[in-house]
């Protein structure tokens, strides 16, 4: 099992930038796919992005595509979310995701071990 923190959220103001960060411990980390997932109050949880282990393969959610950027440093332990571009419709808990056990990148239920979530509210 993998243990997540994730950290960076806060209040920011429309077409403002966070980066939100996620430490992993428990397991070999660069092996792993991990994704960020997000969920508004009252709607479901939408998948943000995922990044395999060697960090060369990326996806993305249509609704951030060219505004966030996943990455990680294998070395930390850590993967990243850079937010560019905010929208008040970005607002949600954050929750890192890890513990890929195959199939489908953006389905929730493609992995084991979540965050607790980090808040991220984008004012107008």
């Known amino acids: 099992q993998v243990q997540l923190v994730e950290s960076g959220g806060g209040l920011v103001q429309a077409g403002g930038s966070l980066r939100l960060s996620c430490a992993a411990s428990?397991?070999?980390?660069?092996?792993?796919?991990m994704a960020w997932f997000r969920q508004a109050p009252g709607k479901e949880r939408e998948f943000v992005a995922a990044?395999?282990?060697?960090?060369?393969?990326?996806y993305y959610g249509e609704s951030v595509k060219g505004r966030f950027t996943i990455s990680r440093d294998n070395a930390k332990n850590t993967v990243y979310l850079q937010m560019n571009s905010l929208k008040p419709e970005d607002t949600a808990v954050f929750y890192c995701?890890?513990?890929?056990?195959?199939?489908?990148?953006?389905?929730?239920?493609?992995?084991?071990?979540w965050g607790q979530g980090t808040q991220v509210t984008v004012s107008s």
């Open positions: 995701a890890a513990g890929f056990s195959g199939g489908i990148v953006s389905r929730q239920s493609s992995y084991t071990d």
């Open positions: 428990g397991r070999t980390f660069s092996s792993v796919t």
């Open positions: 990044i395999r282990g060697n960090g060369m393969n990326t």
